[in-house]
């Protein structure tokens, strides 16, 4: 259990990552080199499959990692983060703006990482994790 925890924590940190990655550097790419244009990056549904990935593995992870350490706080991070995360998609760049859409998605990328990071660090600290 204690791998699999882990490596769903080290699944989620990337993925929340990428998001964050695309959200900043996606329109720098997109100017020096046009031909990833073609990919359709840019398109929402990219962001709708993040989220699909993002969600499952965050919260399983986050829920068998505070099962075990009894930090709930680490799961109210996460929420928080998946939340800004799918606000940032259902308001989208029509209702708040590109701006306002990267902020969302930036802090709550922000978010899921501290909580990722801190349920892979308190289950590595302590032995009833692996258990």
Known sequence: MKITQETTDKFSIGLSMLCAIHCMLLP???VALPSLGALQLDNEAFHIWMLIAV???SIYA??????????YRLLIWGITGL????L?????????????E???????A??????HFGNFKRCRQHSNCGH
């Open 62 to 71: 986050l829920t068998l990692g505070c099962k075990k350490h009894k930090r």
């Open 102 to 108: 990267k902020i969302l998605t930036l802090l709550g």
């Open 28 to 30: 720098l790419l997109l």
């Open 55 to 57: 969600i499952p593995t």
């Open 110 to 115: 922000f978010c899921v990482v501290i909580a």
């Open 83 to 86: 939340t800004l995360m799918i």
């Open 88 to 100: 940032a998609v259902t308001l989208g760049h029509n209702i708040i703006g590109e701006t306002g």
